[in-house]
Each structure stands twice: as structure tokens, then as C-alpha cells.
Nanobody, 126 residues
Framework: QVQVAESGGGLVQPEGSLRLSCVLS?????????MAWFRQAPGKEREGVAGIDSDGQNRYADSVKGRFTISKDKAKNTLYLQMNSLKPEDSAMYYCAADYYVGGSSWSHEVEYKYWGQGTQVTVSS
């Protein structure tokens, strides 16, 4: 049974930084996995923020390019999201998602992922 657990959220001032972590238990970081971070703000749809597709390519939403960095540590079964230059509009619940084989053109599609965490709240406010 794959379990997904996010951490690292919190309250940060604009232009601040946070690093989110996602530990995936019983998930095999093999050649064909795909992983991603999504977020959902109140009253809005959940959107893909950053992902690693099954070709190992990092993918980003236009709104976070140059500010967010996704990375992984296979030895620790952990996915990270480094968020810099945070803006109030980045405030949302952030979710980690994973599955086996996620194509580059579909990394931001929720239906591509079977395994989801419960989310970690990020609030950017002065």
C-alpha cells in the first residue's frame, strides 16, 4: 500500500522561501515513475505546479517557472519542492502525487496520478 505524506508548509512573508517534502512509502522509484506537486486555493480548481515525468524531465507551470524547483532523492523516497520568491497568490494547499508512467504532455493532469497525499498548507502573507 503506497502512502504519501507531505510536510514543510507554513506561513511565510512575501518574497520568502519554503521547501516542501513528500515521502512516498512502498513506492518504487523505478525508471517509469512520474511525480508532481499540485495546489488548490479556496474557490479554485487544483492545478499542477511542478512535476517530473517518466522521461525524467522537470516540468513547471508558467506561473512558477524561475521561482520553484522540483527535485527528488531516490535513496530517501522523497520528492521536494523548493519555493522561492513566494507571492500571496502562491497561497494554497499543496499536494504531492505519484504514479507509474506519466507522460510529459500530461504531467499536470490529475487523472494521471493514482497516489495522493493529504496536503500541506502554504500561506504567503505579511
Amino acid at each position: 500500500q503506497v502512502q504519501v505524506a507531505e510536510s514543510g508548509g507554513g506561513l511565510v512573508q512575501p518574497e520568502g522561501s519554503l521547501r516542501l517534502s513528500c515521502v512516498l512509502s512502498e513506492f518504487t522509484f523505478d525508471e517509469y515513475y512520474g511525480m508532481a506537486w499540485f495546489r488548490q486555493a479556496p474557490g479554485k480548481e487544483r492545478e499542477g505546479v511542478a512535476g517530473i515525468d517518466s522521461d525524467g524531465q522537470n516540468r513547471y507551470a508558467d506561473s512558477v517557472k524561475g521561482r520553484f524547483t522540483i527535485s527528488k532523492d531516490k535513496a530517501k523516497n522523497t520528492l521536494y519542492l523548493q519555493m522561492n520568491s513566494l507571492k500571496p497568490e502562491d497561497s494554497a494547499m499543496y499536494y504531492c502525487a505519484a504514479d507509474y508512467y506519466v507522460g510529459g504532455s500530461s504531467w499536470s493532469h490529475e487523472v494521471e496520478y493514482k497516489y495522493w497525499g493529504q496536503g500541506t498548507q502554504v500561506t504567503v502573507s505579511s
